[in-house]
């Protein structure tokens, strides 16, 4: 089952590294996506996490923009409780209308952060619950009527910026089913609910003006490397990070301590949120995604590359692409 592959940097910050390191990174990585064949590159916004540079998503959308030439590129998502539907259709209709045909919005409503940067971000903890609200008052702005009376988007209004839902659970799929908009499952890090909620959104599912067919994107881990040993060792530096991410509180673990940590039964949940991993070789890959593909009932696959290194994720792109036949061996 062959469907369009996508990209999710996560534009992580790696170790002795800065964020401008790390944004230097995401526009290498776009660069090779879009000579490799990908269909789109996205962004999430998250906030005060310091491994992670996409926390002002816009406008690193614009800066990758301006260094690539018609690969697209939006977010992945943005989090609307944090943001006033107006803004985010000012922001995106002004990546549209500098890059027409190349931006995608994609939108969730979980807070992207923890309570003390939610109060920072000035969010009402109420704001979720009118989440589906806002994503049709947004559709107003970025369409051709606005629902709020006298007030337009500028730059926005009639760009027709492509939204999609984005979630980890079924409430993502019911609302997108039911806006008619496409679905984002977020299966690279929360698998558990995916193929209840594909189900649900493709049921579920009525035609709008954007789009007249169901239309899945799935999430899902990949390390490959030239041989399926260093793709094993790319792997293992990830899990050993994701220990000292989840267990460290600001300690760091030896190789032999995380790898203890990963063995136990307190890491379950780290090993399960890893579910959806592709690890190998690019055949081995390509086997793993088509595979994953039927499995999720997806209609395009949004890769997030996971090797520890910005040469190994550039190289790991370029194999699956390979492996795919997007791009000669």
């Given at each position: 089952?062959?469907?369009?592959?996508?990209?999710?940097?996560l534009?992580?910050?790696?170790?002795?590294e800065?964020?401008?390191t790390?944004?230097?990174g995401?526009?290498?990585?776009?660069?090779?996506?879009?000579?490799?064949?990908y269909?789109?590159?996205?962004?999430a916004?998250?906030?005060?996490?310091?491994a992670?540079?996409?926390?002002?998503?816009?406008?690193?959308?614009?800066?990758?923009a301006?260094?690539?030439?018609?690969?697209?590129?939006?977010?992945g998502?943005?989090?609307?409780?944090?943001?006033?539907?107006?803004?985010?259709?000012?922001?995106?209709?002004?990546?549209?209308?500098?890059?027409?045909?190349r931006?995608?919005l994609?939108?969730?409503?979980?807070p992207?952060?923890?309570?003390?940067?939610?109060?920072?971000?000035?969010?009402?903890?109420?704001a979720?619950?009118?989440?589906?609200q806002d994503?049709?008052?947004?559709?107003?702005?970025?369409?051709?009527?606005?629902?709020?009376?006298?007030?337009?988007?500028?730059?926005?209004?009639?760009?027709?910026?492509?939204?999609y839902?984005?979630?980890?659970?079924?409430?993502g799929?019911?609302?997108?089913?039911?806006?008619?908009?496409?679905?984002?499952?977020?299966?690279?890090?929360?698998?558990?609910?995916?193929?209840e909620?594909?189900?649900?959104?493709?049921?579920?599912?009525?035609?709008?003006?954007?789009?007249?067919?169901p239309?899945v994107?799935?999430?899902?881990?990949?390390?490959?490397?030239?041989?399926?040993?260093?793709?094993?060792?790319?792997?293992?530096?990830?899990?050993?990070?994701?220990?000292?991410?989840?267990?460290?509180?600001?300690?760091?673990?030896?190789d032999?301590?995380?790898?203890?940590?990963?063995?136990?039964?307190?890491?379950r949940?780290?090993?399960?949120?890893m579910?959806y991993?592709?690890?190998?070789t690019?055949?081995?890959?390509a086997?793993?995604?088509?595979?994953?593909?039927?499995?999720a009932?997806?209609d395009?696959?949004?890769l997030?590359?996971?090797?520890?290194?910005?040469?190994?994720?550039?190289?790991?792109?370029?194999?699956?692409?390979?492996?795919?036949?997007?791009?000669?061996?």
């Amino acid at each position: 089952m062959s469907v369009p592959l996508s990209i999710l940097d996560l534009a992580l910050i790696g170790k002795g590294e800065t964020a401008r390191t790390s944004l230097n990174g995401s526009v290498a990585l776009a660069q090779e996506a879009e000579r490799s064949g990908y269909r789109r590159v996205w962004y999430a916004e998250h906030h005060n996490m310091a491994a992670v540079a996409s926390s002002a998503t816009s406008v690193l959308i614009a800066h990758v923009a301006a260094h690539t030439d018609h690969i697209r590129l939006g977010a992945g998502g943005i989090m609307l409780p944090n943001h006033a539907p107006l803004t985010i259709a000012e922001q995106f209709g002004t990546l549209e209308i500098l890059h027409p045909g190349r931006i995608d919005l994609g939108v969730g409503r979980a807070p992207g952060s923890d309570q003390a940067t939610s109060r920072a971000l000035r969010r009402d903890p109420r704001a979720a619950d009118t989440f589906p609200q806002d994503v049709q008052e947004l559709q107003g702005y970025l369409g051709d009527e606005s629902h709020v009376p006298g007030v337009d988007a500028v730059p926005g209004k009639g760009t027709h910026v492509p939204i999609y839902i984005l979630g980890s659970s079924l409430y993502g799929a019911t609302l997108a089913a039911a806006l008619g908009l496409p679905y984002g499952f977020a299966s690279h890090f929360a698998p558990a609910a995916l193929e209840e909620a594909v189900a649900i959104y493709r049921r579920d599912f009525r035609p709008s003006e954007q789009l007249d067919q169901p239309w899945v994107i799935a999430g899902a881990n990949v390390v490959a490397a030239d041989t399926e040993a260093e793709a094993e060792a790319n792997h293992r530096v990830v899990k050993r990070s994701r220990v000292s991410l989840f267990f460290g509180r600001g300690r760091s673990f030896t190789d032999d301590e995380a790898d203890a940590i990963l063995a136990s039964p307190e890491a379950r949940p780290l090993q399960e949120m890893m579910r959806y991993t592709a690890v190998g070789t690019m055949t081995q890959v390509a086997d793993y995604l088509d595979a994953f593909a039927q499995h999720a009932d997806a209609d395009e696959l949004m890769l997030a590359h996971q090797a520890p290194t910005l040469a190994s994720r550039l190289r790991s792109i370029r194999l699956v692409a390979q492996g795919r036949g997007l791009v000669p061996a």
